[in-house]
């Protein structure tokens, strides 16, 4: 059964960091595409970044330079290192393959708030 657990959300103040973690379980890790998703107060869940199996990343433009996605095939787990975050980077932050399964994860909160 497909499991997916996000964890290292917390409160920071702006400018602050954060690393956020997804461990996956129930299928081939490394046979996939892998992305964090996000979903702010009141919006639909957005895209934020992906690794493809190849280890190529891409993101979405307003975290470009900031954020930095990775991967751990041994441990099929992938990683979001969130730097310089600012106040509308608040939102549940989750990951998934791509294309993406259900059921999502819990998703992790990350509040950016002085």
């Known amino acids: 059964q497909v499991h997916l657990v996000e964890s290292g959300g917390g409160l920071v103040q702006p400018g602050g960091s954060l690393r956020l973690s997804c461990a996956a379980s129930?299928?081939?890790?490394?046979?996939?595409?892998w992305a964090w998703y996000r979903q702010a107060p009141g919006k639909q869940r957005e895209w934020v970044a992906t690794?493809?199996?190849?280890?190529?990343?891409n993101y979405t433009d307003s975290v470009k330079g900031r954020f930095t996605i990775s991967r751990d095939n041994t441990k099929s787990t992938v990683a979001l290192q969130m730097n310089s975050l600012k106040p509308e980077d608040t939102a549940v932050y989750y990951c998934?393959?791509?294309?993406?399964?259900?059921?999502w994860g819990q998703g992790t909160q990350v509040t950016v708030s002085s």
């Open positions: 998934n393959r791509l294309p993406t399964i259900k059921p």
């Open positions: 129930g299928f081939a890790f490394s046979r996939n595409a």
């Open positions: 690794m493809s199996i190849g280890g190529s990343t």
